[in-house]
């Protein structure tokens, strides 16, 4: 899988699909865009990425002050909790009053402005007062230097905690970044196949949905209660053209001559009769739904045992860690305790974290030295100003280690910069040394974003080696880079290939007949099985795993694996010697580099790569690389958020291909992508609809909550 590592969703969740269906970041050089996290939700500073600090419009120009506090602050108390940054920047808009910025938590009943000049902060400190914001009125006080100091003490220091909260801050920090660390490992996996089940109960519920109203505009009504005509409402329930009045009351005959009604008539009917059409289509089409809840207890098809990790603890290949200060006041190099979002600013050493390798604990203890024995400060999160800011580390099982450090360097002497480049090199490897740690490659980067994380379009530089570390996977070596998509948990990644192996060779399984597939009674068939979310049917315990469907694995001699979202060609090259070719299709020419690379480097010749969006090179690859009697197996690994819908569109509407293999890493979001393979034809949906046949939940993340799935798909 590709996706970028981080313990954190870096937030995440704020996906990359609605703009590629698929996407890599390159080996060693910027990119033009960069996939969210996929791995898992937020665990160091993920929550907190989309709650940078909001900049009023007014703000003047900073320069290169980003290293100072800013000493004029106004406090402006007794808001209401669901008063936005924004509100407060639209009140000083309409008052004309500059400010800097504002501060505000949306559990916090204040704010805090600041502003460049005491002219500033006084004038609106008077505009202010006793005004009325959100039936709320506003009380203002100046913080004086020494409560400025105090408040951004209180933050560092963990005090945004809720008081009745007696946890140690290492206990707070596994309930952060490990949710499941309480609980047994099998029922952790118990949870998480429960979780996934839900999951699919509410696709199953989507589906069902689409049946009944298609069934509904079958026998003559309408899945929307009618459609009028226009200038009419069409009856009770129904939805009226533009500008029409209520569908029960009478025409007025004066309104337009009696001929001019007829067309909207005609018209109407027609279009009457194409639905009608179009959904005893869509009956057929999905006819097998009922009798698959039936056989699968409510589900539209089996869903396996989670398959465990092989590796429970010191799993994560990949770590941000995040400059900051313990709840002390301490300088500390680890996770945040919390959401900036809530408050929450703290950051512990990830030394009692499960699922953080010993080696990446040692190097979180390195940092913080380097940090501690620096002339620059660590960043502070409240006054957005500090040098030290994020670290990225890569430790594989090659032994190879990356360590990239980005820093805010606005406002330092350039030779005193080059001066602490020098230094971050030496410390790193001295102290590298006393861990018997061989520091592979150091990557420095300098970034002034407001938000908190790793930007692709922020330049970096090699302070040691290429900017390129490896890792192994089965027999075969891969090349990665700072912003490379790679699998966190290398044994689990292992399991899960293998999987998607055994999938593909298995060939298509056997659809059951239309007869077989139909319920005889539908009011029946739905009666038996609730399908609301709230009271799912009675869970069924989950199927045990089976090796593959059964069917006879084909020939493998005339078999294309299609790998769109290729990426850098990890899954394609891994399952290459199995097939007669691979054709990767990806949209960032970087990461087709990459493969390329890759492959060459691992001596895999049956491989092809196409730079593109998938929807635009997926015809080409049945004109140019599918030849008569060849088959097509498509392996679909996308982003967290899933495939945009024009991918979706584009595998319905290539006929040949009867055979997919989706491996969703959060299939609560992917679900909208398994709806649309399996939705009726339609225009906007053309070719026949898939079926889900199979899901194996695969656990590469043991204690936190997501879990990868892999759906079979298959059509007539």
Not at 528 to 556: L, Q
Request: hydrophobic share 35%; glycine share 8%; aromatic share 4%.
């Amino acid at each position: 899988m590709k996706r970028a590592a981080s313990p954190t969703a870096a937030d995440a969740e704020s996906a990359a699909a609605a703009t590629a269906a698929c996407c890599y970041m390159p080996v060693h050089e910027p990119v033009k865009r960069m996939r969210t996290s996929n791995d898992e939700p937020s665990t160091t500073h993920a929550a907190d990425n989309a709650a940078a600090d909001e900049e009023a419009p007014e703000a003047a120009d900073r320069g290169d002050d980003r290293n100072q506090t800013v000493q004029f602050r106004l406090r402006v108390s007794n808001l209401d909790k669901f008063t936005q940054p924004k509100d407060l920047k639209k009140e000083c808009s309409k008052l004309e009053l500059k400010i800097r910025n504002v501060k505000k938590g949306p559990k916090w009943d204040y704010a805090i402005l600041g502003f460049d000049t005491e002219e500033d902060m006084t004038k609106a400190a008077e505009a202010l007062e006793g005004r009325t914001l959100r039936r709320s009125v506003m009380s203002v006080s100046v913080m004086r230097q020494q409560q400025q100091h105090d408040q951004r003490v209180s933050m560092r220091r963990g005090n945004e905690m809720n008081e009745s909260d007696s946890r140690p801050a290492s206990e707070r920090l596994l309930d952060q970044v490990c949710p499941l660390w309480r609980k047994p490992y099998e029922e952790q996996l118990q949870i998480k196949g429960a979780e996934m089940r839900k999951t699919m109960y509410k696709f199953r519920d989507d589906m069902t949905k689409i049946l009944s109203g298609s069934e509904l505009t079958a026998r003559g009504g309408s899945s929307r209660g009618g459609r009028g005509g226009r200038g009419g409402r069409g009856g009770r329930g129904g939805r009226g053209g533009r500008g029409g009045g209520r569908g029960d009351q009478r025409d007025n005959a004066d309104d337009a001559p009696a001929e001019d009604a007829q067309p909207a008539a005609d018209t109407q009917t027609l279009e009457e009769a194409g639905e009608k059409d179009a959904a005893v289509r869509a009956v057929e089409q999905l006819s097998w739904i009922r009798a698959a809840k039936a056989a699968h207890g409510g589900l539209l098809f089996p869903v396996r045992d989670v398959l465990p990790s092989p590796l429970l603890e010191g799993y994560r290949n990949k770590c941000e860690f995040t400059f900051g200060r313990d709840p002390d006041g301490e300088v500390s190099v680890g996770f945040l305790l919390g959401g900036f979002r809530d408050g929450l600013v703290s950051v512990m050493d990830p030394s009692n974290c499960l699922h953080v390798s010993t080696a990446s604990k040692q190097i979180a203890s390195m940092l913080q030295h380097l940090a501690e024995t620096s002339p620059f400060p660590v960043y502070d999160r409240v006054a957005k100003a500090g040098f030290w800011r994020l670290s990225l580390v890569r430790t594989h099982t090659t032994g190879e280690i990356m360590i990239m450090v980005q820093v805010d360097a606005n406002g330092i002497d350039k030779d005193a910069l080059a001066a602490e480049k020098l230094r971050i090199v030496e410390v790193l490897n001295s102290k590298g040394a006393e861990h018997n740690l061989s520091i592979t490659t150091i990557v420095y980067q300098e970034s002034d974003a407001m938000h908190h994380g790793i930007r692709a379009e922020d330049p970096i530089e090699m302070l040691k080696g290429d900017g390129v570390v490896h890792e192994k996977l089965f027999d075969l070596t891969f090349r990665v880079s700072p912003g490379s998509f790679f699998q966190v948990n290398t044994p689990a990644t292992e399991v899960l290939y293998g999987k998607v192996k055994d999938l593909c060779l298995a060939g298509p399984p056997a659809l059951p007949g239309a007869a077989a597939a139909a319920a005889p009674d539908a009011a029946a068939a739905d009666a038996a099985i609730d399908t609301s979310d709230d009271k799912p049917a009675a869970e069924p315990a989950a199927e045990k795993p089976a090796e593959t469907p059964a069917t006879a694995p084909v020939d493998t001699k005339n078999v294309i694996l299609l790998d769109l979202c290729c990426g850098t060609g990890t899954i394609g090259i891994t399952l290459a010697k199995h097939f007669k070719k691979v054709i990767g299709v990806e949209m960032v020419q970087e990461a087709i580099n990459d493969a390329v690379l890759n492959a060459t480097a691992n001596g895999v010749e049956n491989v092809e790569y196409l730079h593109g969006k998938a929807e635009e090179r997926i015809q080409e690859v049945f004109r140019k690389h599918v030849a008569p009697g060849d088959k097509v197996v498509a392996v679909l690994d996308p982003p967290r958020a899933g495939v945009h819908g024009s991918v979706i569109q584009a595998i319905r509407a290539c006929k040949d291909l009867k055979h997919v293999v989706f491996v969703a890493c959060n299939a609560k979001q992917a679900s909208v992508n398994f709806v649309d393979l399996c939705r009726p034809t339609s225009n906007r949906l053309s070719g026949q609809p898939f079926r889900p046949v199979e899901g194996i939940p695969i656990d590469l993340f043991p204690h936190t909550a997501p879990c990868e799935l892999i759906v079979t798909f298959v059509r007539e």
